[in-house]
C-alpha cells in the first residue's frame, strides 16, 4: 500500500483554483474535494504536527516553529511503522525537514545538521528551500528504489508560495512597474502588517508579490503533474491513498491589514483546500461540505491501514463519505503563540484573544468577536452567546487549560536563524 501525503505552504483554498492550477484540476474526477476543509492554526509547524497526531494545539504543545517536541507513539508515522511501512519526509524547507521531517521518515541528508565543511558547502550552494521540483525527484526517487509491494508513506512539502514566493518568468504574470516608494514604504503607509524582507525594499507595486503568489502555486501545479504522471506511468497512481491539502493559507493584498503573510484566524488563513485520491477513485469526483479538520488526516490513513487508534480526534474521512461518519458542527482553530482561538460553522466565526498574550506583533486587532465567514463584523448578541459557550463547552470537554503557555520547548541557534530569515522571528 502506498500513501502519500502533500502539503502546500500558504495555500489558501479560493486560490487553490482551476486558473491557477489548470493540471491539477484536469483530474479532479479521481480526487473527493471538501470545501469546508481547515487548519487547526496558521503556523508551519504546528498545523504539521496536528495532521501527524490528529490533536489540537493544546494538546500536542507546538505553538511556535521553534518548538520542537518528540512525536508521541500514537503519531501516524509511528503506527504506521509497527505495521511495517517505510515512512519518508520530503521538506521544501530546511526549519521544517530539521524540526518534523526528521522525526517522520528517513534523515533528509541535505537539511540535516551541518557539521563538517563539505556539507556546509552544500548548504551555501542550497540554501535553506528546496523548489518543487527538487521536491518532486527526491520524492519519486525514494519510492522507486524501495521497489514495489512494499507499505510505503511519503509526506512532500512544498514551500514554494511563501514568502518570499518562488515563481519562475514563465507563471509569472504581474508586472515590474517601478513604484515611487519601496513596498515596505508602501506597506507602512498604510498600516499593514507583515514581517520584514529584504524584499520589500523593491521599488515596485503592491501587486507584485501577490502576482508572485500566484505564479509559485501554477509552478507547484505544474511539478505536482509531472509527479503524478509519474505515477500513472509506473501503474503506483490508482492503488494509492494521497491526500493533498495546506498548512494554511495567506493574507495577501491587506487582507484585515496584513500583507503578504499568515497571521489572524479568517477564512485567508484557516480554510484550506484538501483533496483526497482514495484507493482505486473511489468517491472520485465527489464534493463535501460537511465541516472536516486537519485532525482527520491521520484516522483516514490508519482506516486504510487497519490501524485502531482511539487517541486520534479526528474523524475518518472515508466514513464519512459512506453516511456512517460524525457530522461536525464546527471547527477549532487556534493562532501561533496562543494568541487567539476561534471556532465556525458553515456561516460564521468566533474569535477570541487570549488576553494575557502580548500582541508582539503590533497588528491592528478586529475589536468583534464574531463575523461572517467573508470575514465582516456580524451583529447578533444571542448569536454570538451560542458560538462562544459551543467553544467553551468544546474547551472543557478536552479539559483546555486557560494558561497555556505561548511556547515550550528550546531550538537552536541555526533553527533561529532560518526562522529570521522567513520574517518568523
Known amino acids: 500500500m502506498i500513501v502519500i501525503l502533500i502539503t502546500l505552504d500558504c495555500v489558501r483554498k479560493d486560490y487553490f483554483n482551476p486558473d491557477l492550477m489548470p493540471q491539477f484540476f484536469k483530474d479532479k474526477q479521481d480526487w473527493v474535494s471538501f470545501s469546508n476543509a481547515f487548519s487547526q492554526s496558521q503556523n508551519t509547524l504546528s498545523s504539521h504536527y496536528t495532521m501527524f497526531t490528529s490533536q489540537y494545539l493544546f494538546q500536542h504543545g507546538v505553538y511556535s516553529n521553534y518548538t520542537s517536541v518528540p512525536l508521541p507513539d500514537f503519531s501516524l508515522d509511528n503506527r504506521l511503522r509497527s505495521k511495517y511501512f517505510e515512512t519518508k519526509a520530503v521538506c521544501g524547507i530546511s526549519f521544517l525537514a530539521n524540526q518534523l521531517g526528521n522525526k517522520v521518515g528517513e534523515t533528509d541528508d541535505i537539511f540535516s545538521p551541518y557539521n563538517s565543511r563539505v556539507k556546509k558547502i552544500i548548504k551555501k550552494l542550497m540554501g535553506e528551500r528546496r523548489k518543487a521540483q527538487n521536491v518532486v525527484s527526491k520524492g519519486l526517487k525514494w519510492l522507486l528504489d524501495r521497489g514495489r509491494g512494499d507499505n510505503k508513506f511519503l509526506w512532500l512539502h512544498f514551500f514554494d508560495a511563501h514568502m518570499p514566493y518562488y515563481s519562475p518568468k514563465k507563471y509569472f504574470k504581474g508586472n515590474k512597474t517601478r513604484a515611487k516608494n519601496s513596498v515596505k514604504e508602501q506597506i507602512d503607509s498604510k498600516g499593514w502588517f507583515s514581517p520584514y524582507f529584504k524584499e520589500y525594499e523593491k521599488k515596485v507595486d503592491l501587486s507584485f508579490f501577490p502576482e508572485c503568489y500566484k505564479g509559485a502555486i501554477s509552478y507547484i501545479d505544474n511539478e505536482l503533474n509531472v509527479f503524478f504522471s509519474i505515477l500513472k506511468k509506473l501503474d503506483l497512481y490508482k492503488e494509492s ?22 497571521k489572524k484566524l479568517f477564512d485567508e488563513t484557516v480554510n484550506v483546500p484538501l483533496f483526497v485520491k482514495f484507493p482505486e477513485n473511489k468517491y472520485g469526483g465527489e464534493e463535501c461540505n460537511e465541516i472536516v479538520e486537519h485532525t482527520d488526516i491521520a484516522p483516514t490513513i490508519a482506516g486504510y491501514a487497519n490501524i485502531e487508534e482511539e487517541r486520534y480526534q479526528g474523524i475518518d474521512l472515508s466514513k464519512l463519505l459512506s453516511g456512517k461518519g460524525k457530522i461536525r458542527d464546527f471547527s477549532f482553530s487556534e493562532h501561533v503563540d496562543n ?26 486587532l478586529e475589536e468583534e468577536n464574531l463575523f461572517e465567514r467573508s470575514g465582516k463584523p456580524y451583529c447578533d448578541k444571542d448569536l454570538e452567546k451560542t458560538m462562544k459557550k459551543k467553544m467553551d463547552d468544546f474547551l472543557k470537554s478536552m479539559n483546555y487549560k486557560s494558561d497555556l503557555p505561548s511556547s515550550e520547548g528550546k531550538s ?14
Open 241 to 262: 491513498l494521497i491526500f493533498l491539502t495546506a498548512d494554511h493559507g495567506e493574507c495577501l493584498l491587506g487582507d484585515h491589514n496584513i500583507f503578504c503573510a499568515h
Open 339 to 364: 494568541f487567539m482561538k476561534a471556532i465556525r460553522d458553515k456561516n460564521f466565526i468566533y474569535v477570541e484573544r487570549n488576553g494575557y498574550v502580548e500582541n508582539k506583533w503590533q497588528m491592528k
Open 412 to 425: 537552536s541557534k541555526e533553527i533561529e536563524k532560518q526562522l529570521k530569515s522567513l520574517g518568523y522571528l
